[in-house]
C-alpha cells in the first residue's frame, strides 16, 4: 500500500475530481489542500475528493479537509466525496464532515450529484 | 426538541453550530478593523491567539514582521482574554491616540468572539476523536467475531494504531519463537526481529524515551505496548512520530492508554484467527489422511479367492487411520486363482501414518509387477529388496512374509524377509515356525534371500501376521507372544476361519483391556481341507 499521499486531478465540465492514494496525515492535508485552493484559483467551485486509493487518515488530515469545506462554503462551492472505505465513512459522520459535504458511493453518482445540484 | 433543559449532546451541537456561525463573522471583522488599526497605529498589527503551543499568529495586516509564534507578549501590545494585539512600530499602549485604542478595543473584541468559536470548535473536534477512537476500538472488537483472514487483521490493527494515534509510522511484531518477527510496517523501515530481552525494547514497553529505537529506526518519538494474552507477550504494537499540524511530537500519556485498549482487542482478535487456522490444518490433514486410508482400503483385497480344498481368509485392522501393515493373495505367473499357484503376502512397514501408506502402495505395486512376470525366487526378492531401498527414505524398512502355495500338492515355497515367523498348526496340534530366510527390505542393496519349503497336509493351517498381534499387550507389559498364539490356533482349531479370526481379536482385545490399540494388527490365514 502506497503510504505517501499521491494526488491525481482531473477536470472536467466545471467539475474537478482529486484522486487520492496513500495516508491522509498532515502531510497528506496539505497537499489535499494545496491542489483544492489551486483549483478554487482556477474558478472550480465544485469539488470531489475520490478516495479510492485512500485506507488511512487520521485527525490532522481530518482537520485540513474541515477547514477546506468552510473555505468551499464561504465562497459558495461544493465539495463531495466519493469511494470511502467503510471506516474512513463512519469516521466522517462522526466527525462531522457528512454535515457540510455530500459522500457518495461512486464517482458516476458523485459528478451527476454535485451538477444536479449548483 | 425536547421542553426541558438541552441533553449534553444537544448543546454541544448547538454551541459546535453557534461557533461555525460566528467564526466567519469574527474572522471578517478582524480583516476590516485591522488594517484600519494598523494605518492609526503608522505601521502594522497583528492579532495573536493563545493555544497550547504558545501564542500563534492568526492575523496580520499593513507593513512589518510578525513571527507566526511567539512565546511572550511584546511591550507594544495590548492583552485580551485569550490573545494579544501586538503592533509596530514599537509604541507603548499608553501613548496611542484615542482613535488607536478605541480601535484596538474593537479588534481585540472580535479576536475574542474568534478565540471563543475557536476553542469550542476544539474542544468539539477532541470530542468526536474521541468518539472515532472508541469506535475503532468497538470495531476492531468486532472484526474478532468476523475477521478470520490473518493478512487483513493485521493490517486492520496496525492501520487503526497508527491512525488512532497520528502517528505518521507504525509496526506490528508477533511471537516468533523466542523472539518478535516484523509483521508489518508502516511509513518506514523496522527492524526485522525484536528481542523481549533487548534493554532498548525494554525501555519502549516501559514508556521511556526511545529515539531512533531499532523498532522503527529514524523516529524520533516512540509509543510501544505489548500485546498480552494470559500474561504472555504475544507480541508488540509500536507507534511513531505524533503529528501536529507543526510537525510531529511525542505521543500523550493518554495515547499509552488508548493503545493498551487496542492491543488488548488485537491479542484476542490474534488468538481468534490463530486457533481457526490450527482448526483448518488439522481439517485438512484429517482429510489427506482420510484420503491416504482409502486408497490403502483399495490396496487391500476385498475378498480372498475361492480356492478348491482351501480355506483362505484375510484380516486387517490399522491402529490409525492409515497403517503400515499389509497383506494380499493373488495368482501368480501363470497361475489361475482357482487350481494354479497362489501368493500369500504379509507386510510391515515401519512407521504409520501417509510415509507408511505411500511406501504399502510402493511394495504392492512393484510386488505384484515382479509376479506377473516371474515366480518366486530369491532373485525376484533381491530386485525388490534393491525397488525398494531405492523409493523409500532413510530408515524405512519392511518385513515381509511371501509364501506361493501350489493348490493341488499343498507345496509351500516361501521367503521370510525378517518377518515374524509363520506358524504352521499341523493337524496333529503340533505348530512349526517358519522363520526369517533374510533381512527386511529396503536395509542394504546386496541383502540375500533364502527360498524354503514346505507342505501342507489336510488340516493343516498356515498362520501368518504381523506383530500388531503378538506384541499386544495387557496394562502390566504382557505381551500376547507367537508362542501363545500357536496355542490359541491349536485351542480352537475347529472354528472356521472367520471364527477363528474373531477369536484371535477377542483374545487381544481382552488382553489390551481398554488401552488403545497400539500397533496394526493382521492376519491372513489358510487351512487345507482335503
Not at chain 2, 57 to 68: D, Q
Not at chain 2, 368 to 397: G, Q, V, Y
Not at chain 2, 398 to 424: K, M, Q
Request: glycine residues 10%.
Amino acid at each position: 500500500m502506497t503510504e505517501t499521499l499521491k494526488l491525481t486531478i482531473d477536470r472536467r465540465d466545471g467539475v474537478a475530481v482529486i484522486y487520492t492514494e496513500g495516508y491522509i496525515n498532515n502531510q497528506g492535508g496539505e497537499e489535499i489542500a494545496r491542489a483544492a485552493y489551486g483549483l478554487l484559483d482556477e474558478g472550480y467551485k465544485q469539488l470531489l475528493l475520490n478516495l479510492t486509493g485512500t485506507k488511512i487518515i487520521n485527525s490532522i488530515g481530518i482537520s485540513i479537509l474541515i477547514e477546506i469545506i468552510e473555505k468551499m462554503l464561504e465562497i459558495e462551492g461544493k465539495l463531495a466525496f466519493c469511494a470511502l472505505t467503510p471506516t474512513i465513512e463512519k469516521t466522517f459522520h462522526i466527525m462531522g464532515l457528512a454535515q457540510y459535504a455530500a459522500i457518495f458511493a461512486d464517482e458516476t453518482t458523485a459528478v451527476s450529484g454535485l451538477r444536479s445540484d449548483p | 426538541m425536547s421542553s426541558g433543559a438541552p441533553a449534553g449532546e444537544e448543546l454541544r451541537a448547538e454551541l459546535e453550530r453557534l461557533a461555525r456561525e460566528v467564526l466567519p463573522g469574527g474572522r471578517r471583522a478582524l480583516e476590516r478593523l485591522l488594517p484600519v488599526f494598523a494605518r492609526a497605529v503608522g505601521g502594522g498589527g497583528a492579532v495573536y491567539l493563545r493555544s497550547e503551543h504558545g501564542l500563534r499568529r492568526e492575523i496580520e495586516a499593513g507593513p512589518g514582521t510578525f513571527p507566526e509564534h511567539i512565546e511572550e507578549s511584546p511591550a507594544s501590545s495590548l492583552a485580551f482574554d485569550g490573545g494579544i494585539l501586538a503592533w509596530s512600530p514599537p509604541r507603548d499602549p499608553s501613548t496611542l491616540t484615542s482613535e488607536a485604542t478605541a480601535l484596538a478595543l474593537a479588534v481585540a473584541a472580535a479576536a475574542r468572539e474568534v478565540q471563543l468559536a475557536l476553542h469550542i470548535r476544539r474542544q468539539d473536534f477532541e470530542v468526536k476523536t474521541r468518539g472515532v477512537q472508541l469506535e475503532a476500538l468497538y470495531d476492531v472488537g468486532l472484526a474478532i467475531a468476523s475477521t478470520l483472514d490473518f493478512e487483513r487483521l493485521c493490517e486492520e490493527i496496525l492501520m487503526r494504531a497508527v491512525s488512532l494515534l497520528d502517528a505518521r509510522r507504525g509496526a506490528l511484531y508477533l511471537a516468533r519463537g523466542e523472539a518478535l518477527g516484523l509483521e508489518r510496517a508502516f511509513g518506514g523501515d523496522a527492524a526485522p526481529l525484536l528481542e523481549l530481552g533487548d534493554s532498548e525494547v525494554q525501555a519502549l514497553l516501559e514508556g521511556e524515551p526511545t529515539p531512533n529505537c531499532c523498532a522503527l529506526p529514524g523516529a524520533f518519538h516512540l509509543l510501544g505496548v505489548p500485546i498480552l494474552l494470559e500474561g504472555e507477550a504475544k507480541g508488540v504494537l509500536v507507534v511513531g512520530d505524533k503529528e501536529s499540524r507543526r510537525g510531529v511530537g511525542p505521543f500523550r500519556p493518554e495515547d499509552r492508554r488508548t493503545l493498551e485498549l487496542l492491543a488488548n482487542q488485537a491479542a484476542i482478535a490474534l488468538e481468534n484467527v490463530d486457533l481457526h487456522r490450527q482448526a483448518l490444518e488439522k481439517e485438512r490433514l484429517e482429510r489427506e489422511v482420510e484420503l491416504a486410508s482409502q486408497i490403502q482400503r483399495q490396496i487391500l483385497p476385498e475378498r480372498a479367492p475361492e480356492l478348491a480344498g482351501y480355506e483362505l481368509v484375510g484380516w486387517n485392522r490399522p491402529a490409525r487411520h492409515i497403517g503400515g501393515d499389509y497383506y494380499d493373495f493373488f495368482r501368480v505367473a501363470g497361475g489361475h486363482e482357482t487350481d494354479g499357484r497362489i501368493a500369500l503376502v504379509v507386510g510391515d512397514v515401519s512407521g504409520k501414518g501417509v510415509p507408511a501408506a505411500l511406501l504399502v502402495a510402493t511394495l504392492h505395486s512393484a510386488l505384484r509387477l515382479l509376479s506377473e512376470r516371474e515366480p518366486l525366487s530369491a532373485a525376484m526378492i533381491e530386485r525388490l529388496n534393491r525397488h525398494i531401498l531405492e523409493w523409500s527414505s532413510a530408515n524405512k524398512f519392511i518385513t515381509l512374509f511371501i509364501a506361493e502355495l501350489d493348490p493341488a500338492s499343498g507345496e509351500l515355497e516361501f521367503v521370510n524377509a525378517g518377518h515374524n515367523p509363520a506358524l504352521l498348526l499341523r493337524a496333529d496340534g503340533s505348530v512349526e515356525q517358519l522363520g526369517a530366510t533374510g533381512l527386511p527390505l529396503g536395509l542394504l542393496p546386496a541383502a540375500r534371500f533364502g527360498v524354503e519349503r514346505s507342505r501342507l497336509a489336510c488340516g493343516d493351517l498356515l498362520c501368518l501376521y504381523s506383530d500388531g498381534i503378538t506384541e499386544a499387550a495387557s496394562p502390566e507389559g504382557e505381551e500376547l507372544g507367537t508362542a501363545q498364539l500357536g496355542e490359541l490356533l491349536a485351542a480352537r482349531s475347529g472354528l472356521a476361519l472367520p471364527e477363528l479370526v474373531e477369536a484371535i481379536d477377542r483374545a487381544v482385545v481382552d488382553l489390551a483391556a481398554g488401552r488403545a490399540q497400539g500397533d496394526d494388527q493382521t492376519l491372513l490365514l489358510l487351512r487345507r481341507r482335503a
